[in-house]
């Protein structure tokens, strides 16, 4: 009977809770897993909250009524519960009740565990993506979708429209294209766009669009191929080469062999092959061909039954390297073109750089007194013959502020300040001159007889002109020259060539065209009779003008004489002055006379007689003059002398 009274006393218990785990009394201890459907009695005095071996564990309960709060034991004592007060403890149980959950830290993947599958729920936009943008551990942020991205249906794709990269075109042609004529190019002919190019173009040549033209520099590959025909019954030769800017590139020629027409079936062949080259924008190639035999063309053929229709010619072009399409600079000083060039002008007062079209002028002036630039040759040339405060020798002259010259010279040294002069010779002698008066003095041999000077010559050391109201003074070597009074207004031009223009006496001219010049002949001599003689040794000639009438001597001497020379005839001295013929003068007709010798030794005896010597008429050479020298008997020439007078225009 005690038996069943305790079973029926424990069973309405067993009613109120269920238990799934053995568990100690109360308070007592860690529970692993329990339900309950009833009151939890928490435990409301700390000394008997102990576990089983008599001590306390982290994280116990009590209630105190004595202040009606829940203390949890930390580990080291009991803790009041705040309740949502001032104090965040993360390790009790008020945290895990109370706190809202802020933030997870996963230290490994998140996975299912006894069968509860874990929901992470945000507020988020439309079409936004969580992630962090830094690399740290944080809150998780929005990350936006950039362009070119669509995020639909949790889908990310990338919707955007990609940038060509490199230059390219494709091109053809679908018409006949023939030989006129055998051995010479034709440029092959691309009409067709076989897609959109980018950046190469066909242009025409005047007779078919051939010349493949690049907007932009780089590395280029050119593959091209043609379909040959052959209506000739025997083989014939065809040659590929390329053109660059209208000009054959050496090495490029390829020989193809096309085959002959057997029975009705004509010979056909399509070669193809390729270039690589370097490019600079603007410039365009073209493809040419050639035949040995009219009767080979470039040929399209049509579409048949079983195949599509044939091209006459094929050409690719693509960029290997360079300056990409969609990379590289865009702009240059706000220019956008492609191929742009860079020239230099002068239009401008400063340097400046204008950019227009494709093309940028840098402007750079010559420097002026208006004008920042640069220097010219002709304005660096005068610069640097400027004279230095000191140490420097002028061989010209120098104007300095108004009217002040001063020159050095080898012979003599001289300043000029207006109308005065200062000379001082080579040999030491002075002249000076005052600036302010024109007074003259001397100092030294040399002297001019005047007290005022209104100008000067020096040709020597020791040659002085001047000139005043009182007359002309010359004056060579310390001793007096030549006196012409004033009013005889004597008057004496010189040139370079030794010519003195003008002598004037007295108002009235006395000479003009006064020359004297001397130097080595180097005409023609031919001697007629015997041997000529050979090897001159001394050859000259001197002549004189006074006015119209020329006087002319030449000598020539021999080392190797001649044997029985009878006539000797010359060519006149280049540069003499052009004889005057007479009206009316025949073809080698003797036309002015004068002394000449032909003689077998330098050294003249006593007692020779000049022969004669004569001018003449020649219309064989030019100036249709020559001189002769006609002895009485044959000579063993060894010496040729002749002085002759004649006019001229």
Do not use: C
Not at 247 to 272: A, E, F, M, Q, Y
Not at 431 to 460: M, Q, V
Not at 613 to 630: G, H, K, S, Y
Request: aromatic share 8%; glycine share 12%.
């Amino acid at each position: 009977m005690k038996k069943i009274f305790i079973l029926l006393f424990l069973l309405p218990l067993l009613s109120k809770a269920q238990v799934y785990q053995a568990m100690p009394q109360a308070g007592y201890g860690p529970v692993k897993r329990m339900i309950f459907d009833s009151v939890l009695s928490i435990p409301l005095g700390i000394s008997k909250v102990q576990n089983i071996t008599g001590g306390r564990d982290t994280g116990q309960l009590r209630y105190n009524k004595a202040d009606s709060s829940l203390y949890t034991y930390s580990g080291n004592g009991w803790r009041k519960v705040s309740g949502g007060g001032t104090t965040t403890d993360t390790t009790s149980l008020s945290n895990r009740i109370d706190n809202k959950l802020s933030s997870i830290t996963a230290t490994s993947p998140i996975t299912v565990t006894e069968g509860i599958t874990p929901i992470i729920s945000t507020s988020m936009a439309t079409n936004k993506l969580i992630g962090r943008s830094t690399a740290s551990t944080g809150v998780m942020e929005q990350i936006a979708i950039g362009s070119g991205l669509t995020l639909s249906g949790g889908t990310l794709t990338n919707t955007a429209t990609a940038t060509p990269l490199g230059y390219y075109g494709a091109f053809s042609d679908t018409t006949s294209q023939t030989a006129a004529a055998i051995n010479t190019g034709y440029p092959m002919k691309f009409a067709i766009n076989d897609i959109t190019p980018n950046g190469v173009t066909i242009i025409t040549n005047g007779s078919g669009k051939s010349r493949i033209t690049f907007a932009n520099s780089g590395i280029y590959n050119l593959q091209w191929s043609a379909q040959f025909r052959n209506t000739e019954s025997q083989e014939a030769d065809a040659s590929v080469w390329l053109r660059k800017n209208g000009v054959d590139i050496v090495g490029s020629r390829g020989l193809v062999g096309v085959p002959k027409k057997t029975g009705t079936i004509n010979g056909h062949i399509l070669p193809s092959w390729n270039f690589v080259l370097d490019v600079v924008a603007g410039e365009y190639y073209e493809f040419v061909w050639s035949a040995a035999n009219t009767a080979v063309s470039i040929q399209p053929f049509p579409a048949t039954g079983y195949a599509p229709s044939t091209a006459s010619t094929i050409l690719t072009v693509s960029q290997q390297s360079g300056i990409m399409a969609g990379t590289g600079i865009t702009a240059i000083n706000s220019l956008t073109g492609a191929a742009q060039t860079m020239i230099t002008g002068t239009d401008s007062l400063d340097f400046k750089i204008v950019s227009t079209g494709t093309q940028h002028k840098f402007n750079i002036p010559n420097a002026s007194a208006t004008k920042r630039g640069l220097l010219s040759i002709e304005d660096w040339s005068t610069f640097n013959n400027k004279v230095s405060k000191s140490g420097d020798v002028m061989s010209g002259g120098l104007t300095i502020n108004e009217g002040t010259i001063i020159a050095n010279s080898v012979d003599d040294n001289h300043a000029e300040f207006g109308n005065g002069k200062v000379v001082i010779s080579n040999a030491g002698n002075i002249i000076t001159g005052n600036p302010n008066e024109d007074n003259g003095n001397t100092i030294g041999s040399n002297f001019i007889n005047t007290t005022k000077l209104n100008s000067y010559t020096t040709t020597n050391s020791t040659a002085i002109a001047g000139y005043s109201d009182e007359g002309i003074h010359g004056q060579f070597g310390g001793e007096n020259g030549f006196t012409v009074t004033n009013s005889g207004r004597t008057l004496i031009g010189t040139s370079t060539d030794n010519t003195i223009d003008k002598l004037q006496v007295d108002g009235t001219i006395a000479a003009t065209n006064l020359k004297n010049l001397s130097g080595t002949y180097s005409g023609t001599v031919t001697y007629t009779g015997g041997t000529a003689p050979t090897t001159a040794i001394y050859s000259t000639y001197r002549w004189s003008q006074t006015g119209k009438l020329v006087t002319l001597n030449i000598n020539i001497t021999y080392s190797v004489a001649g044997g029985a020379n009878t006539i000797a005839t010359l060519t006149l001295p280049t540069g003499a002055p052009t004889p005057s013929a007479i009206t009316g003068s025949l073809n080698l007709e003797a036309i002015y006379f004068g002394a000449g010798m032909l003689l077998a030794s330098p050294i003249v005896s006593a007692g020779v007689t000049p022969r004669v010597a004569l001018m003449r008429n020649n219309n064989a050479i030019t100036p249709p003059f020559d001189l002769q020298v006609i002895p009485p008997a044959g000579t063993n020439t060894k010496l040729l002398s002749i002085t002759i007078q004649y006019f001229t225009n």
